[in-house]
């Protein structure tokens, strides 16, 4: 049997998609409280490599911050958010796909692209949705020269 994927009401599909662009905000503006909000206080990040093994896996807020360490190589970075598709899978809970052009600006100059799909699942809390796992799924990579 084939399962009809249930959209959300427009109101919670605008609170699903800002999760997703707050959570590029938080990343390029280096904002560890910004990025513990878009998360329940167990939300999980799981990085993969492009052959979709997993690089890491942080639970909770301090484990999840690591990730600015991370990027502390770059000087700025840019996240483009794109499609954002989200279904209901339950009462308090949903699931998600987005697509996201990352841009990595290196100290030489030059710029690291990453074309990545998130795996998302959402909880509804008191305090409205939340990330409680967020896959990153990098597709591939792209580098150009020092500008």
Not at 25 to 54: I, M, N, S, W, Y
Not at 68 to 82: C, I, K, N, S, Y
Not at 99 to 118: I, K
Request: a negative charge; glycine letters at 8%.
């Amino acid at each position: 049997m084939t399962r009809t994927p249930v959209p959300p009401e427009p109101g919670d599909a605008l609170a699903l998609r800002r999760l997703a662009e707050s959570y590029a905000l938080a990343v390029d503006g280096r904002e560890p409280a910004l990025l513990d909000a878009q998360f329940t206080d167990d939300g999980r990040l799981v990085a993969h490599k492009p052959d979709g093994t997993v690089l890491w896996e942080r639970a909770g807020s301090a484990e999840r911050n690591k990730l600015f360490d991370e990027l502390a190589v770059f000087p700025r970075t840019f996240h483009q958010v794109g499609n954002h598709v989200a279904e209901l899978t339950g009462p308090e809970s949903a699931r998600a796909v987005t697509y996201s052009l990352a841009h990595h600006l290196g100290a030489d100059g030059g710029d690291v692209r990453c074309l990545v799909r998130y795996e998302d699942e959402y909880r509804r809390t008191p305090d409205g949705w939340r990330i409680a796992v967020r896959a990153v799924l990098p597709q591939w990579y792209e580098r150009s020269e020092t500008l």
